[in-house]
């Protein structure tokens, strides 16, 4: 199965990297951008074939290792 | 409007960083990771209310600037 995880900085948390891209944005004529945040994804592939477990095991490799669950928060999505 | 934008690596470029990952995974005792591919998830918010435009708008931001078309490819989702 396939995981898709995404990471990103919990709300309040200041995000340079976000703004940065945000002016950069602008500087190229394009308007109306509001707000960037910026994160990462991670795909991963897991020999696990029950749906259930691949994403538990996934929520725990992200409680683990992939994310800084004080600064970052992260969403796991399971696919065939 | 938001836009969600994945950017990966496209296939066949080697990814050191998801190397990493999937190895780290090992070491903490995680079974079954076959690979892992590490990207950027970038959320935009945008000032546009027409779907089919802000998506235009946002493949635009992926070619010129977000993405490096020569190694990643990118993907786009908008939502309300």
């Known amino acids: ?6 990471i ?3 709300d309040g948390i200041l995000d340079p990297q976000g703004k940065a891209i945000a002016q950069a944005l602008g ?3 394009f308007e109306g951008v509001e ?3 910026q994160g990462k994804y991670i795909e991963i592939e ?3 074939t029950n749906h259930v ?3 538990a095991q996934v929520e ?3 409680a683990q290792l992939l994310a800084n669950t004080v600064m970052e928060e992260y969403s796991v999505e399971v696919d065939g």
């Open 35 to 37: 707000a960037v945040r």
């Open 27 to 29: 500087r190229l004529g």
């Open 60 to 62: 725990d490799m992200c």
């Open 1 to 6: 199965m396939r995981a898709r995880v995404r």
């Open 8 to 10: 990103t900085l919990k």
């Open 53 to 55: 477990k691949a994403r």
């Open 46 to 48: 897991l020999a696990e």
